[in-house]
């Protein structure tokens, strides 16, 4: 069992729709990362958290440390949102433990 | 605009040659950098923590003589991928951080490495 779980694996989507993004870990953490790669392979790091709720734009992600979730939310979805999204987790050390990714598209 | 750049973005090698990848941090000071390895549709692995003006640490399984890092400076860390064969063919990607706990991470852009 992966110590970082992402689900779903996979997510389409109509334009507009709200998406919900799961991550569950299993370990100890300071901090946990959402991170949006896109086709070409660039990583962009959209939150860093440890508790609460951050909100960036459309994006939304909340962490609730006692029950080891996170949560990625878009709302207004558009097709240029179209993107692996990964949520990684720091174990205590600078060290990142990534889950496997969820792939999303969204159709226009 | 981009804070760490990854340098060459593509390259595509011949078997047993060696290739050298340069990770920047542009506008801060990265004491520690990290270099990751992505096979196609799965999630990244850190296969080393590179830290300025010392050996760097590598992760179990990863050969240090295959994989040589140098981290000669506060701003660049490089990674030479040696007498390369098919099998190393894959995207690599660094990321460093800020000097300070709760900066964020900054990702370079990966470089896709093919050995022919």
Not at chain 1, 61 to 81: F, G, V
Request: hydrophobic letters at 35%; a positive charge.
């Amino acid at each position: 069992k992966n110590e970082v779980e992402q689900s779903p694996q996979n997510l389409t989507a109509q334009e507009g729709e709200f998406i919900t993004i799961n991550c569950s870990y299993s370990v100890g953490i300071s901090a946990l990362h959402w991170l949006q790669q896109h086709p070409g392979g660039g990583i962009v790091s959209l939150f860093m958290l440890s508790s609460g709720k951050k909100k960036h734009g459309r994006l939304i992600a909340t962490i609730n440390i006692q029950e080891k979730h996170s949560s990625l939310h878009i709302t207004a979805s558009h097709p240029r949102d179209s993107a692996v999204y990964i949520c990684a987790a720091h174990h205590n050390t600078d060290k990142l433990i990534f889950g496997t990714g969820t792939r999303l598209q969204v159709f226009p | 605009g981009a804070v760490v750049s990854q340098h060459p973005s593509r390259v595509i090698c011949k078997s047993g040659t060696s290739v050298k990848i340069e990770c920047r941090s542009l506008d801060f000071q990265a004491t520690t950098m990290f270099w990751y390895r992505q096979f196609p549709k799965q999630s990244l692995m850190l296969m080393a923590t590179s830290n300025e003006g010392s050996k760097a640490t590598y992760e179990q399984g990863v050969e240090k003589d295959k994989f040589l890092i140098n981290h000669a400076s506060l701003t660049l860390s490089t990674l030479t991928v040696t007498s390369a064969h098919p099998e190393d063919s894959s995207f690599y990607i660094c990321s460093a951080r800020d000097q300070g706990g709760n900066s964020p991470l900054h990702f370079g852009n990966g470089t896709r490495l093919t050995v022919t």
